[in-house]
């Protein structure tokens, strides 16, 4: 004779098993208008709400399976996918998210804290992006597509995604303190893959790359957290923690190092730390470094609190690039502030300097660069605020060429 609980678990690893196909058959999410901007929160709604209608259109057997409880989610801190940073925008976003769904009558889920130990409670992973909508007409400049994913833990398949367009109306897309604080550009492929997975239809697998690291994603997100908090010494624990995983060699992970010893004062570990960090964006083949210089100028930021690493920042650059035997284009950027004509020239004028320095701690090296300016073509943001909105659009970049 077979007990109840005998014939609850045979069912839920029969639904477990058959999640692929089950998610296949599910009606497609219904369509949603791009051109139709709505305000933020409006938006948010829908895309939260097109996500848990998705879920309901699994067979009844499966919610029958779970007796109607909630269905627990771990949620990645949601990014914009653009910068790969989380924003006070961003954590807007998720809040609303969250909030729509645990109080969702149809489908209830029970948001999870993004913890090593939730992984294994949790059926779901939530992720969510904005992005940038770019277009030639006015009114899309400052449009933010909302993509939202639920995938399935066990077989990484996303089982309901849904997107909105929200008009960029009394947003704040600063920083938080972690990328805010950080001297590179720390998007990676583990944020690209993200990204992917938040845009991926259901039905399909998530990205590998990224779903791969999922363990010791929750270890950064809870390390980037105490650093927010400025709680460093815990922050540079948990970071180190995160670097001893089989997939913790991430630059989130040694630019957390970094950013941790330097306001812990440990200058010596800073610098070999940021020394990784430049080492693991020449094996990416791209580094992007925030060096902020005067207004209209090719010196520096004057006050030191800002620009006193910069001369560490360009000897371990000189140094990785020269032990790496790479040649590099030096790219300079500025950000969308002034007429193209002058921004190309500065641009140009601060990769040289950027040059001219790089020679002198590395003669070899010298021979081994070229500079280009972008000036505002390249922006990464584009709000043309020049305060730590856009800081990344005032980057050089240091690109690998063939030799």
């Known amino acids: 004779m077979i007990s ?26 219904q369509a949603t208008n791009l051109n139709e901007e709505l305000p933020f929160e409006q938006a948010v709604a829908q895309a ?11 067979p009844a057997f499966l919610a029958k399976v779970e007796q109607l409880n909630k269905r627990p989610v771990v949620l990645d801190p949601m990014l914009d996918a653009v910068t790969g940073q989380q924003t006070a925008a961003t954590v807007l976003l998720e809040s609303r998210v969250s909030e729509r769904l645990t109080t969702s009558k149809a489908t209830p889920f029970e948001i999870l804290p993004f913890q090593s130990a939730n992984l294994a409670k949790a059926q779901f992973l939530l992720t ?5 909508v770019e277009g030639a007409a006015a009114n899309r400049k400052r449009a933010l597509q909302i993509n939202l994913a639920l995938t399935d833990l066990k077989s990484g398949t996303v089982v309901a995604q849904a997107s909105a367009l929200a008009r960029d109306e009394g947003l704040d897309h600063t ?20 990204a992917r997975t938040s845009a991926t239809p259901p039905g399909q697998r998530g990205d590998a790359f990224y779903l791969e690291r999922i363990a010791s994603a929750t270890l950064i997100n809870e390390a980037t957290m105490l650093y927010n908090q400025e709680r460093y010494v815990e922050a540079l624990g948990q970071y180190r923690s995160a670097l001893a995983t089989p997939t913790g060699e991430q630059l989130r992970v040694l630019n957390g190092i970094y950013l941790t010893t330097a306001k812990l004062g440990r200058t010596a570990e800073a610098e070999q730390a940021f020394g990784r960090v430049v080492a693991l964006g020449i094996a990416y083949n791209e580094l992007g470094v925030k060096f902020l210089f005067n207004p209209g100028s090719t010196d520096f930021w004057s006050d030191t609190k800002v620009s006193g690493p910069y001369g560490m920042w360009l000897r371990q650059i000189a140094k990785e690039g020269t032990a790496a035997k790479v040649c590099m284009n030096v790219v300079g950027h500025t950000s969308k502030t ?3 004509q002058v921004n190309d020239t500065l641009s140009l004028a601060r ?3 950027i040059r001219q320095k790089l020679s002198a701690e590395s003669a070899v090296l010298g021979t081994r660069t070229k500079t280009v300016g972008m ?4 922006n990464i943001v584009g ?6 909105v856009d800081a990344l659009d005032r980057r050089v970049e240091f690109k690998i060429t063939p030799c």
């Open 128 to 132: 969510g992006t904005m992005t940038r």
């Open 48 to 58: 939260t709400d097109g996500l848990a209608a998705q879920t309901q259109k699994m």
């Open 4 to 29: 109840l609980s005998n014939t609850k678990r045979l069912l839920a690893s029969a639904a477990t098993g058959l999640l692929a196909v089950l998610v296949g058959c599910a009606a497609p999410p």
């Open 383 to 388: 709000s043309g605020t020049d305060n730590a």
């Open 175 to 194: 920083p938080l303190a972690y990328y805010r604080d950080s001297p590179i550009l720390v998007k990676d492929k583990v944020i690209e893959g993200y």
């Open 338 to 340: 002034g007429s193209e």
């Open 375 to 378: 000036g505002f073509r390249q």
């Open 351 to 353: 990769a040289n300097a």
